[in-house]
């Protein structure tokens, strides 16, 4: 099978209405929300991440669609750091898309960035996530016992990383 092309580019202010629909489906909102945003909120959100200096990218398909953003925050260069998060559009999960993605950013990240270290976090019960990314090579570092409350319920964190110097080995 050919493999998919991906092209990251500048996530621009027209994307955010796409980035608002994503948000707002049930499983994101499961797992990178908590309750379904406004197209205001999510303005807000970008605004925020735009002035703190995150780098956030879109993720475009072969044929020029928008299918997902990905983004690097808190990027500490003093110490060769930062955290790296994903959302992809609800048509565009389930297709390999997430390695793809997120492996060009990190090698924007370690490459260009020169960062030692990529880190994240995600829910314990998000499994594709966890698969995802020890896929790619992340190992668990720490779970947040009862970190966030969903549903109802407290729910696990898990503190995923990478090294500059594992994915070299890769
Ligand atoms: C999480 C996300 C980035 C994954 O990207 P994706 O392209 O959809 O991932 P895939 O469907 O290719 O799945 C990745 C791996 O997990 C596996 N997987 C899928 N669903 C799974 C499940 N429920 N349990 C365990 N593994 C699962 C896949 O089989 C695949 O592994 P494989 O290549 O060995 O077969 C994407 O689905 C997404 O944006 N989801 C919504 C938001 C989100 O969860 N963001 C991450 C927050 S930390």
């Not at 990314?133 to 109802?152: C, N, P, S, T, W």
């Amino acid at each position: 099978m050919a493999a998919k092309q991906i092209k990251l580019r500048a996530f621009e202010t027209h994307d955010i209405h796409e980035l608002h629909r994503w948000s707002n489906d049930p499983d994101a909102i499961r797992t990178v929300g908590r309750i379904p945003q406004t197209l205001e909120q999510i303005e807000k959100l970008v605004e925020k991440k735009r002035s703190r200096g995150d780098l956030c990218l879109a993720a475009e398909d072969g044929a020029g669609r928008l299918i997902g953003w990905v983004f690097l925050k808190d990027i500490e260069h003093d110490h060769g750091r930062a955290a790296i998060g994903i959302l992809l559009a609800p048509e565009a999960r389930g297709q390999g898309y997430g390695q793809i993605v997120m492996e060009q950013m990190i090698d924007i990240g370690f490459q260009q960035l020169r960062l030692n270290r990529i880190y994240l976090t995600t829910r314990g019960f998000n499994d594709r996530a966890i698969r995802l990314y020890e896929k790619i090579g992340f190992v668990i570092e720490g779970k947040l016992r009862q970190h966030a409350f969903m549903d109802g319920v407290y729910t696990d964190t898990y503190l995923m990383g990478l090294l500059a110097s594992e994915w070299k080995q890769k």
